[in-house]
C-alpha cells in the first residue's frame, strides 16, 4: 500500500482483487443469472397490489404532497418520509411467501 502525507492511502490493484464476494453478494449474483430476483419481484408487486398496500402508499404521499403543498414536496422528500412507512406495513404473510422462495431457491441451487 502506497502512502502519501496529504490524502488517505491507495490501495494496490492486488489488494482489491483479492478481496472475496460476501454470501449475500454471491445469493445477488445468483437470483439474478437465474431470473428468480426478477420473478420474485414481481411476486412482491402483485401480492402488495393484493393486499392494498400499493393503495395505501399513495394514499400516503397524496396525503403527504397535500399537507406540505403541490410545489414544496420533491420526490427525496416524498422517499424519506414514505420508505419507513412502507416497509413497517408489508404484511408478514407476504414477507413470509417471499422468505420461503427464496430458502426453496437457495436449496435448489446448494447454496
Given at each position: 500500500?502506497r502512502h502519501?502525507?496529504?490524502?488517505?492511502?491507495?490501495?494496490?490493484?492486488?489488494?482489491?482483487?483479492?478481496?472475496?464476494?460476501?454470501?449475500q453478494e454471491?445469493?445477488?449474483?445468483?437470483?439474478?443469472?437465474?431470473?428468480?430476483?426478477?420473478?420474485?419481484?414481481?411476486?412482491?408487486?402483485?401480492?402488495?397490489?393484493?393486499?392494498?398496500?400499493?393503495?395505501?402508499?399513495?394514499?400516503?404521499?397524496?396525503?403527504?404532497?397535500?399537507?406540505?403543498?403541490?410545489n414544496n414536496?420533491?420526490?427525496?422528500?416524498?422517499?424519506?418520509?414514505?420508505?419507513?412507512?412502507?416497509?413497517?406495513?408489508?404484511?408478514?404473510?407476504?414477507?413470509?411467501?417471499?422468505?420461503?422462495?427464496?430458502?426453496?431457491?437457495?436449496?435448489?441451487?446448494?447454496?
Open positions: 500500500m502519501s502525507v496529504n490524502r488517505p492511502p491507495t490501495p494496490d490493484a492486488a489488494e482489491d482483487q483479492e478481496k472475496e464476494p460476501t454470501l454471491i445469493i445477488n449474483i445468483k437470483l439474478i443469472e437465474s431470473g428468480e430476483k426478477e420473478r420474485l419481484m414481481e411476486l412482491l408487486r402483485e401480492r402488495l397490489t393484493e393486499c392494498g398496500w400499493k393503495d395505501e402508499m399513495k394514499t400516503l404521499c397524496r396525503a403527504f404532497i397535500k399537507k406540505k403543498g403541490r414536496v420533491t420526490v427525496d422528500d416524498l422517499v424519506h418520509v414514505i420508505t419507513p412507512k412502507g416497509r413497517a406495513s408489508v404484511p408478514d404473510s407476504v414477507k413470509a411467501e417471499l422468505l420461503q422462495r427464496i430458502r426453496t431457491f437457495l436449496n435448489s441451487a446448494a447454496l
